[in-house]
């Protein structure tokens, strides 16, 4: 049976833990080849389970599928953070999530619309003609299942005037959907500017995405997180004073999704993926309801320490640069089969981070272990 809970991976060699990952991967020559080029650049280090493009965090069971996971980043502790809260979500099954949709919004902005009743009104009345003239515009889209799924109006007011805002929402399956969502705005925005008779600004897909959200939970037996001399109680504790913190102040609320965010970042940058959109829709949607929010709860259940996260992820298994020689390696070694999975993994990984990095603030404090893995990085480099 295969599985990414290898006892001591981190101090395994570098060739075990390509052999490993080799075998749990079926890579091949051509994937090693580029595992060994990426070990030539004059920065590779072998530290925290380095394998060439990428570091790999270890004990991820998610919907009970193991997983080895690519991570790029130049923190080690960041790694090894993400590793240890797998190893204790594994412990009562590992994490467990869902993809709640695969829909982008694309916005059309519209000014000096007189009659904006009318206008929407006839906007709605050929909402079926829209959609028609923007999936002609990606025929390969829609031929694969996806397509134009709505049209939504909305009035804003802004400093300069009344906008009407129209969102074109858009099935982009295992796409990001950038490309996809931006042609089919530009290709309705004729018509849109007919029946409106307003004047067309920006047409461009939000990242924003509310219609692609992922939730994913995990729960840890309290008596498993001790740390050191604390025990689980008291790391328990810590976890949801920080957390509280968290929910109250917004000082900590960003760091606390920083911590989040380096391991979600990680994944998303080996994968080729565009970490940068992925950060845009995190903290809108942490700052949704008006209040900037963490993105992570936790909370005591019986005798389980339960974490839970939901956020946006508009991220995707073809396109773009995931389809790159790295991207490919990196997918196929997360051996995952489309978007909503990878999504819900990589929420999984954020979710473990947070764990890691709670629970050493709980406790012993941060910099006990990331400085101990920092000094190791600074004096292999430079013995270089």
Known sequence: ???????????L????????????????????????????LPDFLELENNIGPFKIATNFLVNGKDYFVPMEI?????????????KLARISDGFKGKYLDSKMIGQLQLLDVEHFEEAEKNILDKKDELLKIANEADEM?????????????????????????????????????????????EAINPRVMELTRGKSCLKIISNFAIYRVVSVECKIPI??????????????EGILNACALAKADIYRASTHNKGVMNGIDAVVLATGNDWRAIEAGVHSYAARNGKYTPITDWMVEE?????????????????????????????KILRVQNAKELGILVASV???????????????????????????????????
């Not at 946006?312 to 073809?318: E, K, L, R």
Request: aromatic letters at 4%; charged letters at 25%; proline letters at 1%.
């Open 303 to 331: 005798k389980f320490l339960v974490g839970k996260i939901e956020i946006p992820m508009a991220i995707a298994t073809v396109g773009g640069a995931t389809n790159s020689k790295k991207g490919k390696l990196a997918l």
């Open 13 to 40: 060699s570098l060739e075990e833990k390509i052999k490993i990952i080799k075998e749990f991967a079926n890579l091949n020559e051509d994937d090693l080849s580029l595992v060994r080029k990426y070990q030539e």
């Open 350 to 384: 954020g979710l473990a981070n947070n764990l890691g990095a709670l629970s050493a603030l709980g406790s012993e404090g941060i910099q006990a272990g990331h400085m101990k893995l920092h000094k190791k990085f600074v004096e292999i480099g430079k013995s270089r």
């Open 74 to 86: 130049e923190e080690p502790s960041v790694v090894a953070a993400a590793s240890r809260g797998a």
């Open 1 to 11: 049976m295969q599985t990414s809970a290898v006892q001591g991976f981190s101090r």
């Open 223 to 236: 008596e498993k997180l001790g740390i050191g001399s604390y025990l689980g109680e008291e790391v328990a």
């Open 141 to 185: 889209l829609v031929k694969l299942g996806g397509g134009a799924r709505d049209l939504e109006v909305r009035k804003v007011n802004t400093k300069r005037g009344v906008n009407m805002v129209l969102h074109l929402v858009v099935d982009t399956l295992d796409a990001m959907g950038a490309n996809a969502v931006n042609t089919m705005v």
